[in-house]
């Protein structure tokens, strides 16, 4: 899994993505974080994508229905 720096660098990553009005495939979302990631290892990365597109649906469903 990640390490404490890793975990900043997934922050920000995921943060960037979430502030995006389009919604990004598992695929892209995996594929930065393994790219910008030093421990976090392909697996946890494609795992760590899929919830996330799950919660970014959820999140900007709560925002146009507001």
């Not at 919604?23 to 290892?41: G, I, N, S």
């Amino acid at each position: 899994g990640p390490d404490s720096k890793d975990v900043n660098v997934i922050g920000k990553v995921l943060d960037e993505f979430m502030a995006s009005d389009k919604k990004p495939t598992p695929y892209e979302v995996r594929q930065e974080l393994f790219r910008r990631t030093k421990m976090a290892d392909y697996v946890w990365c494609e795992n760590r994508a899929e919830k996330f597109v799950e919660e970014w649906e959820e999140v900007h469903e709560k925002t146009r229905s507001t």
